[in-house]
C-alpha cells in the first residue's frame, strides 16, 4: 500500500466534509508537489462529477493534475496515461458512460467512484516513481 493511496482512502471515507474524486486523487500528492491540502481541495472543487456535467470523469481529470504538478506533461506520458485507463475500461473515460455501465452491471456508484479513485492514484503514482519525481 502507498501513503498517496492510503489518503485517498481517507477522503473518499469522509462524509463532513465529503470529497470529490479529483479532489480525492489531487490531495494525497498535494504536499508533496508544494500545494496546501486547502488548494488542492478549491483547485478541484469544479472537476468532480465529470467536470460537474458527467463529462470526463473527475478521477481521471484528476490524476492529469497530479501528472502536471510534478512537471510531467509530455504527450507520450499523458497518452500513455490514457490508453490505459482506456483499454480497462472499455475505451470509455466520461462520467456518464461509466457511470452507465457500473448500473448495467448492477453496482453501486459509491464503490465504483472510489475504484476509479484508486485506480487513478495508484497509475499517477506508478507513472511519477517510474519518471523519477517521487
Known sequence: MSRYLD?????????????????????????????????ANALCANLGGGLKRAATCGAVVGGLVVLGLFGVEDAGTVGEYYRLLKDRHDGML???????????????????????????????????REKGKI
Do not use: W
Request: proline share 6%.
Open 7 to 39: 489518503r485517498a482512502k481517507e477522503l473518499r471515507a469522509s462524509t463532513a466534509p465529503p470529497y470529490n474524486c479529483a479532489q480525492s486523487v489531487v490531495i494525497p500528492f498535494a504536499a508533496d508537489a508544494g500545494l496546501s491540502e486547502e488548494h
Open 94 to 128: 466520461d462520467c456518464a458512460d461509466l457511470l452507465r455501465k457500473n448500473k448495467e452491471q448492477g453496482r453501486e456508484k459509491k464503490p465504483h467512484c472510489d475504484d476509479m479513485v484508486f485506480e487513478c492514484v495508484t497509475l499517477a503514482e506508478q507513472i511519477l
